[in-house]
Nanobody, 121 residues
Framework: QVQLVESGGGLVQAGGSLRLSCAASGRTFSRYVMGWFRQAPGKGREFVAAIPWSGGATYYADSVQGRFIISTVNSNNTVYLQIYSLKPEDTAVYYC??????????????WGQGTQVTVSS
């Protein structure tokens, strides 16, 4: 059974930093792209960042470019999202996702349950 388990969320003051983790298990992800999405209160789920499981090129939403860094550590089957200079508008539930290479992100193959990030002003 595939599982993506997020952790690392919490309440942070504006300007602070967080590192979110996504522990992946249940299959081999070598042909997958790992992504992070977020959903703010009253809004739809939006793409944040993505990276191939084995590393390499990274992709970011314009709204987080320069402040978010996505990375993978294959040895412990974990995908990270390092967030710097947090803003109140970053408040959202952050979800980890896994998608086979070449597929669109409209319906990823797997989702995690999410971790809440709240940024106070």
């Amino acid at each position: 059974q595939v599982q993506l388990v997020e952790s690392g969320g919490g309440l942070v003051q504006a300007g602070g930093s967080l590192r979110l983790s996504c522990a992946a298990s249940g299959r081999t992800f070598s042909r997958y792209v790992m992504g992070w999405f977020r959903q703010a209160p009253g809004k739809g789920r939006e793409f944040v960042a993505a990276i191939p499981w084995s590393g390499g090129a990274t992709y970011y939403a314009d709204s987080v470019q320069g402040r978010f860094i996505i990375s993978t550590v294959n040895s412990n089957n974990t995908v990270y999202l390092q967030i710097y200079s947090l803003k109140p508008e970053d408040t959202a539930v952050y979800y980890c996702a896994a998608n086979r290479v070449g597929r669109t992100w409209s319906a990823p193959d797997y989702w995690g349950q999410g971790t809440q990030v709240t940024v106070s002003s």
